[in-house]
């Protein structure tokens, strides 16, 4: 299975901060990664598909990046609405697998 | 607007057995392959099973495989998981996904196996 490793784990900002958070696979995956945002109490949301391709709806402050085995989730200068919980997916092979999150906290 | 619905969660006991439902609506249910993803209280995402656009193909994870059974009804655009010999590690708010990647999803059911 390929293991997916988000870090750091938690991460304190604040308001207008701008935050890069990572997540790496196990083996090399090419591009198949994907982003999503969970905010409490709410179904996951797609921000980023395919490492870098943005969403319709998803703010442009959002951007990923990277490939084969290192990805990055960028967000430019951290809105209030931002503090959530930030998880990466691969569907490069099966069984598809999510890192274990990283929480955007308020310093 | 896309939406998912899920629906037939609850309380079961150890052993048992519930089927979930997702009605899809706002797209063309029939051209997309659908996805289960679960999520343990207090813990992260975790890929249940996927079934293709047709139904012709089905994946998933090892430790619901032989129990749990994804299937589709094209004409009713709904997306189903039977769930069979449940056991307490499958207690989860499951969602359903349009997509392996999930590009929308349901609002989410909660499954609590105990006795």
């Known amino acids: 299975d390929i293991v997916l490793t988000q870090s750091p784990a938690t991460l304190s900002v604040t308001p207008g901060e701008s935050v890069s958070l990572s997540c790496r696979a196990s083996?090399?995956?090419?591009?198949?990664i994907h982003w999503y945002q969970q905010k409490s109490n709410e179904s996951p949301r797609l921000l980023i598909k395919?490492?870098?391709q943005s969403i319709s709806g998803i703010p442009s402050r959002f951007s990923g990046s990277g490939s084969g085995t290192d990805f990055t989730l960028s967000i430019n200068r951290v809105e209030s609405e931002d503090f959530s919980v930030y998880y990466c997916q691969q569907s490069y092979s099966l069984p598809l697998t999510f890192g274990s999150g990283t929480k955007l906290e308020i310093k | 607007e896309v939406q998912l619905v899920e629906s037939g969660g609850g309380l079961v006991q150890p052993g048992r057995s519930m089927k979930l439902s997702c009605a899809a609506s706002g797209f063309t249910f029939s051209n997309y392959g659908m996805a289960w993803v679960r999520q343990a209280p207090t813990k992260g995402l975790e890929w249940v099973a996927t079934i293709s656009y047709d139904g012709s193909s089905t994946y998933y994870r090892d430790s619901v495989k032989g129990r749990f059974t994804i299937s589709r009804d094209n004409a009713k655009s709904t997306l189903y998981l039977q769930m069979n010999s449940l056991r307490s590690e499958d207690t989860a708010t499951y969602y359903c996904t349009r997509r392996d990647w999930g590009d929308y999803w349901g609002q989410g059911v909660m499954v609590t196996v105990s006795s």
């Open positions: 083996q090399g995956i090419s591009t198949s």
């Open positions: 395919y490492a870098s």
